[in-house]
């Protein structure tokens, strides 16, 4: 199916005039019909026909408009993703910036004793740690 914009509106005024108990106008009808649904139908005078190829058209734009929606929302999710994929693809040093948090396992250094802590040389309160005797 192809749809153009005039052809958009053309049906929704065929649907408008349906819906008031109208006729369409039949070439025009039959025109945008065959373009758009890919058939190759005469036209008819014939008023339940008419109102057929109308609905016809309804139910085949609702369609269109339903997977463009979808289709969009895709993108837009994909987009997302992609965007999000981006942030956690970010080094972890620059993360750290941003954030100014630095994971504790990184900052822990062993000290010779086996015990861990920022520097062998001091303790918990920040006072200098006695050396320990064998």
Do not use: M
């Given at each position: 199916m192809v749809w153009t914009e005039e052809d958009i509106e053309k049906v929704r005024k065929f649907i408008n005039i349906k819906n008031k108990g109208h006729y369409v106008e039949t070439h025009e009808l039959?025109?945008?019909y065959n373009r758009v649904l890919e058939k190759h139908v005469n036209n008819t005078s014939c008023g339940s026909c008419l109102r057929q190829r109308v609905e016809e058209l309804?139910?085949?734009?609702?369609k269109y408009e339903a997977d463009k929606a979808k289709?969009?929302?895709e993108e837009i999710k994909a987009q997302e993703a992609s965007e999000q994929?981006?942030?956690d693809n970010t080094p972890q040093v620059?993360?750290?910036?941003?954030?100014g948090q630095i994971?504790?396992?990184?900052?822990?250094?062993?000290?010779?004793?086996g015990t861990?802590?920022?520097s062998p040389a001091t303790t918990k309160k920040g006072k200098?740690?006695?050396p320990k005797t064998a």
């Open positions: 039959t025109s945008v309804e139910r085949a734009l609702r289709k969009e929302a994929e981006e942030v620059a993360k750290e910036a941003d954030t994971n504790e396992e990184e900052t822990k250094e062993e000290n010779n004793d861990e802590g920022k200098k740690a006695k």
